[in-house]
């Protein structure tokens, strides 16, 4: 029985049934973790698809899990992807889900595809309404700003990911960007506070030396560093949902002189950011839809 004032929910069952409302205005079925999170991830999918295929909506299925289970249990004809993130799975170098129709981002998660210069300069300027683009790149600093945050999150994700490997019950990433930041002015947008970066370095470090021996500490560690050292941006290791689009925020904040709200913001991020990062994926969605194609050429 649904109470007064509450808003219908479909059962986590027929999650994926929904997709059947958008068949006919799309040639895949697309399966994501995270409700709230559908109108950017669309917005960045048709991008990244253009015309080379139809994409109107994609299907949250409430969860990781949700989403490896299905796709590894997916038998339909129907063309289907189903996206999850790497979360600290992918940086630990842990083994991965695997499915023909599963595709696990290559980075933390897909929020890391929205971190981008170009992006944030477009914003920036629609934020102010004065600066010239010219204006906005100055103000915003963007090497400065990712080799301060290489610097202060890379090492803390090579932490939260050795917790991750050898004791996963010990919290890490669910504390939020709210545990590095500084007290910032009233007005101001908060800062990153170093010592705070280092302090949480070291508590999560001593939950874990209480549960193993150094040894075993060390060797993991060791090649967790090594695994983040093959990534090409060392930032794909590190959190955007959680870390890196909270701090997009606070530079829009700060350059465009105009406070943004997080959906919107998101959504305007995956309209606006660079597409190249997801140009694996791109090819893995046009790969699934290719013999659909085919046939419907041919009939």
């Not at 289907?80 to 992918?90: K, N, P, S, T």
Request: aromatic residues 8%; charged residues 25%; glycine residues 4%.
């Amino acid at each position: 029985m649904i109470a007064s004032g509450d808003i219908p929910q479909f059962p986590e069952r027929a999650l994926s049934s929904k997709a059947v409302l958008y068949r006919p205005l799309q040639d895949i079925d697309i399966y994501v973790e995270d409700e709230g999170a559908e109108v950017f991830y669309t917005e960045l999918l048709k991008r990244l698809v253009g015309l080379d295929a139809r994409i109107a909506a994609v299907i949250p299925l409430r969860g990781r899990q949700n989403v490896i289970r299905q796709a590894q249990e997916y038998s339909d004809s129907r063309p289907a992807l189903f996206l999850v993130d790497g979360d600290l799975h992918w940086v630990a170098g842990l083994s991965l889900p695997s499915a023909s129709c599963l595709y696990v981002h290559p980075c933390y998660c897909v929020e890391n595809y929205l971190f981008c210069e170009r992006a944030m300069i477009q914003i920036s300027v629609e934020n102010s309404g004065v600066l010239t683009e010219e204006a906005a790149e100055a103000q915003l600093d963007w090497s400065a700003l990712r080799e301060e945050l290489r610097k202060l999150f890379v090492p803390l994700f090579v932490e939260f990911a050795t917790a991750f490997s050898l004791c996963p019950e010990i919290k890490t990433v669910s504390r939020g960007i709210g545990c590095v930041l500084r007290n910032a002015r009233s007005g101001s947008p908060p800062t990153i506070d170093a010592n705070k970066v280092i302090g949480v370095q070291e508590e999560v470090r001593v939950a874990v030396l209480k549960q193993v021996d150094t040894t075993s500490y060390n060797r993991t560690r060791a090649a967790i560093e090594a695994q983040i050292e093959t990534i090409a941006d060392p930032l794909d290791a590190v959190s955007g949902k959680d870390f890196l689009v909270p701090v997009q925020m606070f530079a829009a904040n700060r350059v465009g002189g105009q406070k943004v709200q997080r959906r919107s913001f998101v959504f305007r991020l995956a309209r606006h950011c660079n597409m190249q990062k997801l140009d694996t994926l791109r090819e893995k969605i046009l790969e699934i839809i290719q013999p659909n194609k085919a046939m419907e050429a041919t009939s």
